[in-house]
């Protein structure tokens, strides 16, 4: 038996791959599935199942295009929504055989109501795995409020009772030998507090995950609700198109890997009113862009800020890529539901340029830069786009706080006549928050290179840190 994990580091998410003499079932498969279609033909197995976790909201499985593609049968939990495609709609308990392993349903409602995971019996009829989706994460256990926003008459306390019942009634009484395979480790937006691990034994999980202590109900669902900060926008479209079904995999790319001349490039962005999307590094794209592009660089947290900042899933996009990455961007697009990609300028920027184009810049300075400026003019102003939870921990004396996940009330601290230096923990948000604000007419934004962690290296600014209160005995 071969049980493999396939792990997509930018969505923190675990796929899996099971094989049993010649048959074979991925868990959770991302949208791209030629890579668990080539797996499966090089072992000369077929693919029977796609079992499903949950209805996804940060990404859109690949289970409708990997059954078409392989003839498999797609399995979800209990569940009353009507799906837009062929699936099996198992019952608790219900067992698959797949070669000689056996892979048993466990109905876990409660990070959404249809959540299931799956058990994993070895060729000898021992219990060895179990899949826990988002369930069970390691160090935490799924948020609850996500459902409510698809499903009107539930409400995350509801949920987080489910869940509770779930973790105590089908979970925990299961072998501690067990190794817990989640969907989702630190960095997804599905959890508050997930290990940078992704498995771990079900003993170990029972000892040192807060969610599995002794507490009552409503001490879980106190815990588990506090401190919850709102999902990104896009999770709600995600789990529809996860319900109803969508565009295959090699239509998006078809539609988006379509190369386009400077000049056909201009027209269809004036003609359609695409959005113009640059993947390249920040400060390469501080350098010199199309006028009113925005960037999000492809080797940052880029399904996060992509779902965060284009609210529509079916805003057209029109790209500029590093040259050789445009399927890599059309494909990472579309695993967070953004299938409307009508094309890439060929050539990239230089092609842009060299056709005699206009050109936009933005003006990206060091730590050191900003600490002279400082000098000569006193007090700037420090726009500081890092999330308030960072700002709070530490920030540079007198900067203002700004976030980038809220982008729209942000912007309206920021006047259009005065000048700001602007900073994220590294460049990549700064630079998100720059190109956004420039395309929107705001010209005098100024680039802090190197972020927070230069600004505080340099020992040129008061940094402002939080100190916890303590209470006076």
């Known amino acids: 038996m071969k049980v493999e994990q396939i792990y997509t580091g930018c969505l923190a998410q675990g796929a899996y791959y099971i094989e049993s003499e010649g048959e074979a079932a991925v868990i959770d498969p991302l949208r791209e599935v030629q890579p668990y279609i080539e797996k499966a033909e090089r072992r000369n197995a077929k693919i029977k199942y796609v079992f499903e976790t949950h209805f996804h909201a940060d990404f859109v499985s690949g289970h409708i295009d990997l059954a078409e593609k392989t003839g498999a049968e797609i399995v979800y939990g209990p569940t009353e929504m009507k799906l837009g495609f062929a699936a099996h ?25 249809e959540s299931s995971c799956y058990l994993l019996f070895n060729e000898e009829g021992v219990s060895e795995a179990i899949f826990t989706g988002d369930t069970l994460f390691i160090g935490d256990v799924g948020r609850p409020d996500l459902a409510q926003k698809v499903v009107a008459d539930l409400t995350q306390d509801k949920l987080a009772g489910y869940l509770y019942d779930s973790l105590r009634n089908k979970i925990m009484p299961l072998p501690d030998d067990l190794i817990v395979y989640p969907a989702h480790g630190a960095g997804s937006a599905c959890g508050k507090n997930m290990s940078k691990e992704t498995s771990d034994t079900l003993g170990n999980q029972k000892k040192t995950n807060y969610a599995l202590q002794e507490m009552t109900k409503e001490e879980f669902t106190k815990q588990l609700v506090t401190g919850l900060t709102p999902p990104p926008a896009y ?54 862009f199309v006028p009113n592009s925005i960037n999000i660089g492809i080797d940052g947290s880029f399904a996060v800020w992509v779902g965060a900042m284009i609210p529509d899933l079916k805003q057209q996009i029109l790209l500029i890529t590093d040259e050789g990455r445009e399927e890599e961007v059309v494909t990472r697009l579309a695993r967070v539901g953004y299938d409307y990609a009508i094309g890439y300028l060929k050539g990239g920027f230089e092609a842009w340029k060299k056709s005699g184009e206009e050109v936009d810049q933005i003006t990206s300075i060091s730590a050191s830069e900003l600490a002279e400026i400082n000098k000569e003019k006193g007090e700037v102003n420090i726009l500081d786009v890092r999330k308030f939870s ?84």
Not at 89 to 113: N, R, S, Y
Not at 267 to 283: E, K, S, Y
Request: proline share 4%; aromatic share 10%.
């Open 89 to 113: 709609i198992a019952k608790d308990g219900e067992e698959f055989q797949v070669g000689k392993a056996k892979i048993k349903l466990i109905h876990t409602p409660g990070h959404t109501m």
């Open 235 to 288: 999770f709600p479209q995600n789990v529809m198109m996860n319900i109803e079904g969508y565009d295959s995999i090699d239509s998006v790319l078809e539609r988006g890997v379509k190369p386009l001349t400077p000049a056909e490039f201009e027209a269809a962005a004036n003609d359609t009113g695409a959005l113009i999307l640059d993947t390249r590094a920040p400060q390469v794209f501080a350098k010199g």
């Open 390 to 473: 960072e700002f709070q921990s530490e920030h540079v004396l007198n900067a203002e706080n700004a976030p980038l996940d809220y982008i729209n009330e942000s912007m309206l601290k920021v006047d259009k006549s005065k000048t700001y230096y602007v900073h994220c923990a590294g460049g990549y948000r700064s630079m998100i928050f720059n190109s956004i604000l420039r395309a929107r007419g705001y010209d005098n934004l100024i680039d802090i290179n190197g972020g927070f962690k230069d600004l505080k290296e340099s020992g040129e600014f008061e940094i402002s840190e939080f100190v916890c209160p303590t209470t006076l005995l």
